[in-house]
């Protein structure tokens, strides 16, 4: 049977007899569709090698240890699926040992990098404008794809320079906007309510060309598209953005615990993971430590 019809049937399967939620199914059909473009074989065929090799290309592909857990979780339910159909005998995921911890460090832009891709979009155009605003949005406060993708207009306070970010949990927090942020900021709400607001106003910061709240994957897919344009070669992700945001902050002097309110973690040891690089200097003010608010 080929890939396709097991993938098919696994699906089925996954909704049908587990009663898995659709984003779930979803979760799972993607983890093996990625294995099965690596393995470029029949799936039934492959070894315990081949997941071996599998785990090594994600490393150097800069994907994090939560990823490839994932994703070896998917592929052993699937191999589980194909034993129940009496496809195969044994699951191949039971012969390997899963990584417990990924040394690696994060993917972060230099600086240059990070100007080469807000200089990226044409900022003359309206679509341009929002794409360029987004970026220096995430690399100036450190938030989240989806924090970013949840700010409304009442969420922006430009006579206090700024942005009320609700994290994890509902957690809110406050990062402050340097000036020509807010100015971009400040012209971008008339674009919004000339250009992108289509009939009803839903609050949404960042809108479509068609009125509709952007998402996670548009997003995605606008860092690749600039960072190919930019010259980019590295695996970024708009989540790099936050880590070039933490790395640039404790190359300048900020330290751990300031890095630590803006990223929006409730322990130290989180922004310990996000944060590699350190310094000696030890500044507490993000408006002296972050290189666009130090202009």
Known sequence: MDNEKLIF???????????????????????????????????????????????AQMRKDGYSIETVLRRLSGISSFYDFLIIERVIKTNQVGYITKPSKWDKLPVFLNFDEVEKLLDAPDSGDNLGYRDRLIFETLYSSGMRISELVGLKVTDIDLPRGVIKVTGKGGKQRFVPLYSTLADKLNGYLTIRHEYFVKGRDEGWLFLSRNGKRLNREYIFMMVKKYCLKAGIDKNVSPHTLRHSFATHLLTNGADLRTIQIFLGHSDLSTTQRYTHVTDDKSRNVLLNCHPRFRR
């Open 9 to 55: 049937n696994f699906k089925a399967w996954l909704k049908h007899e587990q009663g898995h939620s659709d984003n779930t199914v979803s979760a799972y059909i993607s983890d093996i569709s990625s294995f099965g473009e690596f393995f470029s074989k029949p799936l039934a065929e492959a070894a315990a090698v081949d997941l071996v090799s599998y785990m």
